[in-house]
Antibody, heavy 120, light 107 residues
Framework: QVQLQESGPGLVKPSGTLSLTCDVS?????????WTWVRQAPGKGPEWIGE???????HHNPSLKSRVTMSVDRSKNQFSLNLTSVTAADTAVYYC?????????????WGQGTLVTVSS | DIQMTQSPSSLSASVGDRVTITCRAS??????LNWYQQKPGRAPKLLIY???SLQGGVPSRFGGAGSGTTFSLTISGLQLEDFATYYC?????????FGQGTTLEIK
């Protein structure tokens, strides 16, 4: 059973950088799956941030412009998200998830989520 | 970006009822539509992928239908544990977008 676990600071100052890591257990990150980040602001629907493959290839949401950087560490079986120049609008629960293979891009395994608050 | 619009935004129903939630895409997404269930403080849980395929372990009272721009999620014989918020998501074209959600409440 694949499990994902997000970790990182719960509080980030405005204009700072949000950094999160997703640890994958119960399976290798170096499979045919893509791995994704999704966030959900309080009371809102989920928002796709981006996705990464174990080779390091990435796609991200253009709405976040060039603020997003994603990376993968195959030796640690984890992937990471950096979001720069954060504002209060970036306050949300951040989830990492696995993109299923062969079924059309759905997210079959999710982390529990971590709340990140942007505040001084 | 493809806009996903769910209706209704909220729905009251009783245990045993049959309910249907609709999701409309702003352009054709063929069959690349997924449904998730979310309970307070929890991550979304995949119910249906590819418009009508039931994810493993999900009860058969959940069913998905549709293609192109109009999709539906039907729950037949509501159980207490089904009262939650439901989201549709298109995985046809990045950025992958979600609907605003439908909250299913106990009547």
């Amino acid at each position: 059973q694949v499990q994902l676990q997000e970790s990182g600071p719960g509080l980030v100052k405005p204009s700072g950088t949000l950094s999160l890591t997703c640890d994958v257990s119960g399976g290798s990150i170096s499979t045919s799956n893509w791995w994704t980040w999704v966030r959900q602001a309080p009371g809102k629907g989920p928002e796709w941030i981006g996705e990464i493959y174990h080779s390091g290839s990435t796609h991200h949401n253009p709405s976040l412009k060039s603020r997003v950087t994603m990376s993968v560490d195959r030796s640690k079986n984890q992937f990471s998200l950096n979001l720069t120049s954060v504002t209060a609008a970036d306050t949300a629960v951040y989830y990492c998830a696995r993109v299923a293979v062969g079924s059309g891009g759905d997210y079959d395994y999710w982390g529990q989520g971590t709340l990140v608050t942007v505040s001084s | 970006d493809i806009q996903m619009t769910q209706s209704p935004s909220s729905l009251s129903a009783s245990v045993g009822d049959r309910v249907t939630i609709t999701c409309r895409a702003s352009q054709s997404i063929t069959g690349y539509l997924n449904w998730y269930q979310q309970k307070p403080g929890r991550a979304p849980k995949l119910l249906i992928y590819g418009g009508n395929s039931l994810q493993g372990g999900v009860p058969s009272r959940f069913g998905g239908a549709g293609s192109g721009t109009t999709f539906s999620l039907t729950i037949s014989g509501l159980q207490l544990e089904d009262f939650a918020t439901y989201y549709c998501q298109q995985s046809y074209s990045a950025p992958y977008t979600f609907g605003q959600g439908t909250t299913l409440e106990i009547k």
